[in-house]
T-cell receptor
Framework: AQRVTQPEKLLSVFKGAPVELKCNYS??????LFWYVQYSRQRLQLLLR??SRESIKGFTADLNKGETSFHLKKPFAQEEDSAMYYC?????????????FGTGTKLQVIP | NAGVTQTPKFQVLKTGQSMTLQCAQD?????MSWYRQDPGMGLRLIHY???????DQGEVPNGYNVSRSTTEDFPLRLLSAAPSQTSVYFC????????????FGPGTRLTVL
């Protein structure tokens, strides 16, 4: 079974402070991991994926297979970063590819 | 491209009523799925499809039916609505590869009284 855990429901940081949104996963094979973001009153959209090793809007995430983690980081938070963030894992379960989401972390950036 | 579209945007049902949430995509994606989003629960997979004619259950399939007669459409049917099905429903689609991005619809906010 595949599982994604986001331990924090809410993370409040001041503008300019570093941000780290935690994500841990459980999966027996090689996972494909993603971060999705949902801004207020908007649909979910992809933020980044581990295979691309990219930085989007200043965010980065590194896959740590030893710790089974895929934490999302940004060195300096901006007010426009306030949103709901979901970590997701794509893997094979029951013979088919499935995408499992974590419960999400609401990031609140305080001016 | 319209991307992923969902109708209706809002719906209020009485307990026991049935209805169909519509989802369509124009990106020729093979993989489509339905999620429900509840506070504190995140996104939970209801049903998914890996291509026309192929569907399977997700984490929370009870009370919902799906079918995939075409690549474009993936409707979600509520057979007999219950208050526990009050939620926001998202449809998503993805091309075949596991590394591909999922594209989400705008969501349907359903209230069951």
């Amino acid at each position: 079974a595949q599982r994604v855990t986001q331990p924090e429901k809410l993370l409040s940081v001041f503008k300019g402070a570093p941000v780290e949104l935690k994500c841990n996963y459980s999966y027996s094979g090689s996972p494909e991991l993603f971060w999705y973001v949902q801004y207020s009153r908007q649909r979910l959209q992809l933020l980044l994926r581990h295979i691309s090793r990219e930085s989007i809007k200043g965010f980065t995430a590194d896959l740590n297979k030893g710790e089974t983690s895929f934490h999302l980081k940004k060195p300096f938070a901006q007010e426009e970063d306030s949103a709901m963030y979901y970590c997701a894992l794509s893997g094979i379960s029951g013979g088919y590819q499935k995408v499992t989401f974590g419960t999400g972390t609401k990031l609140q950036v305080i001016p | 491209n319209a991307g992923v579209t969902q109708t209706p945007k809002f719906q209020v049902l009485k307990t026991g009523q049935s209805m169909t949430l519509q989802c369509a995509q124009d990106m020729n994606h093979e993989y489509m799925s339905w999620y429900r989003q509840d506070p504190g629960m995140g996104l939970r997979l209801i049903h998914y499809s890996v291509g026309a004619g192929i569907t399977d259950q997700g984490e929370v399939p009870n009370g919902y039916n799906v079918s995939r007669s075409t690549t474009e459409d993936f409707p979600l049917r509520l057979l007999s609505a219950a208050p526990s099905q009050t939620s926001v429903y998202f449809c998503a689609s993805r091309a075949e590869l596991s590394t591909d991005t999922q594209y989400f619809g705008p969501g349907t906010r359903l209230t069951v009284l």
